[in-house]
């Protein structure tokens, strides 16, 4: 406990590095998701984030997972699986600050899945928070209707509703995760079971990349392993609720992404909207975090 007390502010930083390192890698993936489609590039992504994980992992001459763990070793690693193609899918559809906008409304469904599987209490104020923060995601959507991008940019954007729907339920997985298994441990049961997941669609989906794309596809698989050390690192010296509007920071990266990268432009309607459930996710958390259970077996 003492090593989450030293260093705040390092871990604040190193926090919000790890938040910059992974809105790069979600511009590396948006562009290998409009070139080859993001199935395909989450799929052969995975193969590298395994080497690399793998040699990580291996140094530490790990023993092999309790049948508890690796059950939710496996759990997470599928819904990874089904939240990482959706996300992604909808990412090369919509502008970057838009899907992190909407994206942003994970840890309010987090808060009423926790109801369910941690039997926590909902009060008045977290439902208003969540009324909130719902009427963000109405303005962004009302701002794209506005816009008239298109019936592909609607469904982009409810896929990345959805995969905000599979990260909720990835957050409870992954407090329970953190408390069996270490950040090196999890990252690479995490990338092994997100590619045999995907893999299951590989006979109808798979094709091979052209080789010019396989750089990116490892710049990614390691922009991914070193945010999720980062993060680890982070958060095993601060305190998550002193960490946790780093997230936020993740809404800047995307706009300017996504400005330098693919030319978006950010609209007031998303700016408004993400404003609407920056705040709600704000006002939730200083009500009540989710608080660390007992691993789900």
Known sequence: MKSRSLTPSAAFAVGS??????????????????????????????????????????????ALPSRATMRLHVARGVIGAVLAVLFFWGLARVPMAQAIALAFIAPLIALFLAAVILKERIGRATIGASALAFAGVLTILAGQARAEMGHEALLGAIAVLGSAVCYAFNLILMRAQSQVAGPVEVTFWQNLVVA??????????????????????????????????????????????????????????????????????????????AALIVGGCVIAARIKPIPLKEPIA
């Open 196 to 273: 045999v997941t995907l893999a299951l669609a590989a006979p109808w989906f798979a094709t091979v990349p052209d080789p010019s794309h396989v750089p990116m596809l490892t710049v990614s698989a390691a922009l991914s392993t070193l945010s999720i050390l980062l993060l680890s690192w982070a958060y095993a010296h601060g305190e998550a609720s002193y960490l946790a509007p780093t997230e936020y920071t993740a809404f800047v990266w995307a706009s300017l992404l996504g400005w330098l990268v693919f030319r978006e432009t950010l609209s007031p309607w998303t700016l408004a909207g």
């Open 17 to 62: 590095a790890g938040i910059a390192v992974f809105s790069v890698m979600d511009a590396v993936m948006k562009g290998l998701s409009l070139s080859i489609g993001a199935y395909n590039a989450l799929f052969w992504r995975s193969f590298a984030a395994i080497a690399i994980a793998g040699v990580l992992y291996a140094v530490r001459r790990p």
